[in-house]
């Protein structure tokens, strides 16, 4: 089987798709912040008309974000597109290329379910809308690693793991984080389950101070990188949270006052809902590195149990068999 090959257009398609959704997640999850979801009539059009002729200046602020949201989607896709046309000019790995397609389809079906949701004015389809948002980030996120030098480095030169280290606690946490993400989807579109969903990030940054401890273990830098900003992430995005639940309530016995609605809020639960979607995406990273290896490990063992069968079959200086 031939190695992977370096191919710098591919990798800085996969980085520019990954980062253009940035925004377009920034100004999605505003929409969902302030309710803007229906503020644009129609889909694909806007208001009747054509999308891309659909003025941007001088709209009202629901109606601007809506519409950007939309011509961001627009570019993301454009980006898939192109991707996926180098992928198969230079890229020989079939699994990659399929990967892009991959990646191509799921923005696709991103695209629909957000049309679907203005057209049917469903909420749950908001939702939705939300949590595959998280999951196709994620899946780009992957593509510019696995295109990336330092994926290729490591296959060609694995460094050594524990046999079977950390795969269970590589499965649980991103499912964690998955779920956790559900919670607050719920809560957003639902206006429910406020107390789960702030119970459960304690429960979530546990596993993740396990996990970070573990990689720490290792020594491999591969693994102590993406664990350290894993951490950082999940505290940072707690704090978020209060931030959000403080500006929501207040806490009179701090004098803290509650502003439903303001600009302070809205900032929080912007960013609260951002940062989620990078910490599944790093977390998820993270146990696709922890199994990466561990494969790594496995062949390298099978290969050198092979080479040791070899030379042992071979007669001794003596002629001996």
Not at 60 to 66: Q, R
Not at 93 to 105: D, S
Request: charged content about 10%; glycine content about 10%.
């Amino acid at each position: 089987m031939n190695q992977q090959q370096y191919h710098p257009w591919l990798f800085k398609l996969a980085l520019a798709t990954t980062i253009a959704t940035l925004p377009l997640m920034i100004m999605g999850g505003h929409v969902t912040t302030e309710g803007y979801g229906m503020a644009v009539n129609g889909w694909p059009g806007s208001d009747g008309q054509n999308m891309f002729t659909y003025p941007i200046f001088g709209l009202p602020a629901d109606k601007f974000f809506e519409h950007v949201h939309r011509l961001l989607g627009t570019l993301v896709g454009f980006l898939s597109i192109v991707l996926v046309i180098v992928a198969f000019k230079v890229e020989q790995q079939k699994w990659i290329r399929n990967v892009c397609i991959v990646v191509l389809t799921c923005v696709i079906i991103q695209g629909i379910i957000g049309g679907t949701r203005v057209t049917e004015n469903s909420i749950p389809l908001a939702m939705a809308h939300g949590l595959f948002a998280a999951c196709v980030f994620t899946l780009m996120a992957f593509l510019t690693m696995i295109t990336g030098k330092r994926w290729i480095a490591v296959s060609n030169d694995p460094p050594e793991l524990p046999a079977g280290y950390g795969r269970r606690l590589a499965i649980t946490v991103p499912l964690l984080v998955l779920f956790q993400y559900f919670l607050g989807g719920f809560l957003s579109h639902f206006k429910v389950g406020l107390h789960p969903h702030m119970s459960f990030a304690f429960v979530v940054l546990i596993f993740v101070i396990i996990e970070f401890r573990s990689a720490r273990k290792t020594g491999i830098k591969w693994l102590k990188r993406p664990a350290m900003g894993m951490l950082h992430i999940g505290i940072f995005q707690i704090m978020l949270g209060i931030g959000a639940w403080l500006t929501r309530f207040g806490l009179p016995a701090a004098g803290i006052v509650g502003e439903p609605g303001s600009l302070q809020q809205s900032l929080f639960r912007t960013a609260h809902l951002i940062i989620g979607i990078l910490f599944l995406m790093t977390t998820t990273l993270y146990s696709i590195r922890v199994f990466r290896l561990n494969q790594l490990n496995k062949a390298n063992n099978i290969q050198s149990g092979q080479s040791l069968s070899a030379t042992d079959s071979l007669p001794n200086s003596e002629g001996n068999a």
